[in-house]
T-cell receptor, first 109, second 114 residues
Framework: GQNIDQPTEMTATEGAIVQINCTYQ??????LFWYQQHAGEAPTFLSY??LDGLEEKGRFSSFLSRSKGYSYLLLKELQMKDSASYLC??????????WGAGTKLIIKP | IAGITQAPTSQILAAGRRMTLRCTQD?????MYWYRQDLGLGLRLIHY???????GKGEVPDGYSVSRANTDDFPLTLASAVPSQTSVYFC?????????????FGPGTRLTVL
């Protein structure tokens, strides 16, 4: 079966760094997406990885290891507005997204 | 402002009633999708459309139907609502089907079936 695992909830301090992990087992792989979703709002695109390695985009970075079926999203210099859920999704061999349940990130002052 | 709109924003519905959730995009995207989001679960694909005139079933299609008469609109219909269809429904679109294009989401419809 297809499975995406990520922690349910994480807590971090304003100004700090947090790493949100995602492991996956899917039928085929056409890349991994990270989305941010604030409470009561729509998911919004953060990053896409299809090759192994680190992609940096401002305060956010995303890493992929296809051999390990593993990705992480790294958030630096945390701000209160980063409090949200972070969704990991893998695009399978049919180009459909398989979604994890999301990680709720709580930022404390 | 370009994007995806959904209507209604929220709805309380009696079981057994018929309901259509509306979705419109003005980005001229070919592919459109309907997802439901439930607490503790990932987004699950209900139906999708690769281009106007075609539709396909996703992971959880039972009890739902869709149509794609034109590029912009992709309504989702619940023929006879049941309490298990209580959920938040998101419509999304992407420029091309069968590609790694990013999916863009509408604001969602919160549906409660009593």
């Amino acid at each position: 079966g297809q499975n995406i695992d990520q922690p349910t909830e994480m807590t971090a301090t304003e100004g700090a760094i947090v790493q949100i992990n995602c492991t996956y087992q899917t039928s085929g792989f056409n890349g991994l997406f990270w989305y941010q979703q604030h409470a009561g709002e729509a998911p919004t695109f953060l990053s896409y990885n299809v090759l192994d390695g680190l992609e940096e985009k401002g305060r956010f970075s995303s890493f992929l290891s296809r051999s390990k079926g593993y990705s992480y999203l790294l958030l630096k210099e945390l701000q209160m507005k980063d409090s949200a859920s972070y969704l990991c999704a893998v695009m399978d061999s049919n180009y459909q997204l398989i979604w994890g349940a999301g990680t709720k990130l709580i930022i404390k002052p | 402002i370009a994007g995806i709109t959904q209507a209604p924003t929220s709805q309380i519905l009696a079981a057994g009633r018929r309901m259509t959730l509306r979705c419109t995009q003005d980005m001229r995207h070919n592919a459109m999708y309907w997802y439901r989001q439930d607490l503790g679960l990932g987004l699950r694909l209900i139906h999708y459309s690769n281009t106007a005139g075609t539709t396909g079933k996703g992971e959880v299609p039972d009890g739902y139907s869709v149509s794609r008469a034109n590029t912009d609109d992709f309504p989702l219909t619940l023929a006879s609502a049941v309490p298990s269809q209580t959920s938040v429904y998101f419509c999304a679109s992407s420029p091309r089907s069968g590609s790694t294009d990013t999916q863009y989401f509408g604001p969602g419809t919160r549906l409660t079936v009593l």
